[in-house]
């Protein structure tokens, strides 16, 4: 394979199909320069905990159509093999000889490479970072993590190389926490775009179970249109039990059921571990309800396209605020609450996402759900969510996000009970009362420890020099 003199080489790794999707609406919206100069490779990585038996994103059905943007498809767990792309990282003495041979295996000669990479805090991120050590950085993020802080510090060698951050605009108006601590600049995949993408995909999608529920809703139902339940993969993350997880889902069923729906499908997520469909099929029957399990590795938005679902519902997924954004379906929560307690260490990544969607869309088991367009207006956006989710980073990261402290005491003052008081109940339940202590802001019970009263010292003196 040759290329003309000149060509700079963009390497676009993704491990999702939401991640691929993104990237070709960035390069749709020429966010990438406009081709005629680049080469575009899309590197496959499969970071699910058991990549044998979990097919990578290019199985995908309308993988064709992502793969039409790029020059060629490699697969980094082929070429790492028999390492996890989860856990491997070169040596540092070895990057070079690395570089040497993928430079070499992918034909990119002398010439420039950028690095198109999500999860930078991660490996492969890092391993590619690394390899690539004097390659432009670019970082585009996955779903709603975009909107907290970066887990761990970056080594200068790494942050001083990102250019930007791209995100979709999944909840327009609410910046990014992620990578602000590097005053890295971010910038949104235009909502048409991603629209158009999701398009593409369900264009070429084979016929989904579930299909055949719309048509047969029976006469008279006062709700038109299946139940889209979403699951996740919390009990493969650790964070749930097996059987916990698979309690919640029985619980989205019965929620379902009590709002007066009918039929449902349940879509589980492809990192999932295996599905018992039994238990799900036998509570489905007991609410009396029809359920269809639709296994296919598509997109949850090729199926809200597909089904035009009277609600969709799950516990925090980046799909319940698409859907709700793309489509206009009207949204539901269940089992946020379990998840805030339960998420474990405090700055576990999916704080942020269960903290947004908790915030934002209706409980359906305590709520219920009216039907209404999910309100992302600015008063509830900027007056509401993002100070939550800034007091929220601040404490998941208080070294990372030290930037963020004042408006974080404010936030949290203005919350609390009153002047020395704990936090109010709609509040509390987003933070831990001994990570409050601990860091010396308002709403913690009892006085600060002397390293707490220390910290917010520091932070004083800094703040008014």
């Known amino acids: 394979m040759t290329h003309r003199s000149g060509t700079l080489h963009q390497i676009f790794a993704a491990s999702t199909g939401y991640g691929s999707a993104t990237l070709a609406a960035a390069l749709d919206a020429g966010m990438f320069g406009p081709g005629d100069r680049e080469h575009r490779m899309l590197l496959v990585t499969n970071n699910a905990p058991n990549p044998e038996i979990t097919p990578a994103l290019d199985r995908m059905p309308g993988f064709d159509r992502i793969r039409a943007r790029f020059d060629a498809v490699v697969h980094w767990n082929e070429v790492i093999h028999p390492h996890h792309p989860a856990a491997w990282n070169p040596r540092p003495q070895d990057t070079t000889a690395w570089q040497r041979l993928l430079r070499q295996s992918w ?28 390659s432009p950085l670019h970082i585009y993020a996955d779903g709603l993590m975009s909107y907290g802080p970066t887990r761990d510090r970056l080594p200068h060698a790494v942050h001083g190389r990102i250019r930007r951050l791209l995100h979709p605009d999944v909840v327009t108006g609410l910046r990014p926490l992620l990578l602000s601590e590097y005053a890295v600049a971010a910038e949104t995949v235009p909502a048409g775009a991603m629209q158009r993408v999701f398009a593409e995909l369900e264009d070429c999608a084979p016929p989904l179970a579930g299909e055949e529920l719309t048509a047969q809703e029976p ?53 999932a571990l295996p599905l018992d469909e039994e238990p799900l099929l036998l509570a489905a029957e007991a609410a009396g309800m029809r359920l269809v399990v639709c296994d296919t590795p598509v997109l949850a938005e090729t199926l809200v396209q597909r089904l035009r679902p009277a609600l969709v519902t799950g516990c925090f997924s980046t799909a319940l605020l698409t859907a709700a954004v793309h489509y206009g379906v009207p949204v539901a929560a269940v089992g946020t609450d379990l998840l805030l307690e339960r998420l474990s260490p405090y700055e576990n990544g999916n704080r942020i996402p269960v903290t947004l969607v908790r915030a934002l869309l209706p409980d359906l088991e305590r709520d219920g759900y009216d039907g209404k367009p999910l309100d992302l207006s600015p008063a509830v956006v900027n007056g509401r969510i993002a100070p939550l989710l800034t007091a929220v980073g601040h404490c998941m990261q208080p070294e990372g996000c030290a930037h963020l402290r004042e408006e974080a005491e404010h936030f949290l003052a203005a919350h609390c009970e009153g002047p020395g008081r704990p936090l109010g109940p709609e509040t509390a339940r987003y933070f831990k009362r001994r990570r ?12 600060a420890t002397p390293a707490a009263r220390l910290r917010t010292a520091v932070h004083r003196i800094r703040r008014t020099r």
């Open 107 to 134: 034909h990119l000669g002398d010439e420039p490479v950028e690095l198109v990479l999500e999860s930078i805090q991660a490996a492969p991120a890092l391993a590619l970072a690394a390899v690539f050590a004097d």
């Open 219 to 271: 006469a008279g139902q006062d709700r038109e249109g299946p139940v889209l339940v979403l699951g996740q993969y919390l009990a493969a993350a650790g964070v749930l039990s097996a059987d916990e997880e698979r309690e919640l889902h029985v619980r989205m069923l019965h929620a379902a059921a009590r709002a007066g729906h009918r039929t449902a499908v349940f879509k589980p997520h492809p990192s």
């Open 436 to 447: 409050l202590r601990a860091l010396g802001l308002p709403g913690a019970p009892g006085p």
